[in-house]
């Protein structure tokens, strides 16, 4: 994907041409409600609507399948630009990055990409790919690790060790599942994703489809509010969507080995920046959790 462009505004890594809330009609897709979710592993602004997107499939996902598709954002530095950003090479990245840290409050560091940057998100790509067809259950785990890790931690996820250490904390065995990402098979099912996500029209991520049981989808696209993605599921629907109750917040920390960070608890529980710290400390026993700060936001993660 060449001419790249990530906007602060729009919250779109990808080429700038995308428009939400249209009705798309995609007759040759299966007849069932499904949110198709195009993403990329080390997409800045998919990292930035992860806290919308908890939310959603949390007390909407009863709705719909959910797929998660990855659309190839890196596939290297060879011919990559992104003139908006005046990104040219991997150290452009590092400010452009920090800038949508601070403008979304989910912590990145980004100083990797002065001395160790990532040279592709391909690597990344297929280990989800290898993950999401033989333990599907886990795909999901992995690459949220594997954001946290790019993004807040500042780890090379296109490091094979990176990855079978990530591989390894959700579970499964790193070294067979990243020697498995390397063979023929892993490839295929990435060039599948790449061409689901141009059979979509798709061209920025994060994009959300939503496709109803007569073929006919609304598109949303960047890291919008959750108003957005409610509306788009309702006019799918033909009717409005009741939400589930939000669990506790200690029910929702104890499901994942993630960190929680202080946006994520902010929007799944309607709380100001100020009122977290007093509404964890009354929500958890914090003998059972570590409370944490990185980058000027507090996290906690089961002990």
Known sequence: MNNMSCDLETGICGVNEETSNELINFNNQSKKVTLYYFTDPICSHCWALEPVLNRFLIQYGHYFNFKTVLGGLLPGWNGFSDRSNGIQKPADVADHWREVGIHSRM???GTLW???PIQSSYPATRVFQVIQDQTP??????????????FAFNKNVGDNQVLTDIVNQIGLDGERVIQTASEDRAYELMEEDFDLTKSFGVSGFPTVIIVNEDNTGIKVVGAQKLEAFVSALSKVLGDTPVPAEIPTLQNWVDKNSWCYFSKEIETMYDLSKESVSSFVKQSLNLDQYHVHEILGEMYIKKK
Not at 137 to 150: C, G, I, P, Y
């Open 107 to 109: 912590p990145i560091d």
């Open 114 to 116: 002065h001395d160790n």
């Open 137 to 150: 259950a886990k795909a999901h785990d992995f690459l949220r690790q594997t954001r946290e890790a790019v």
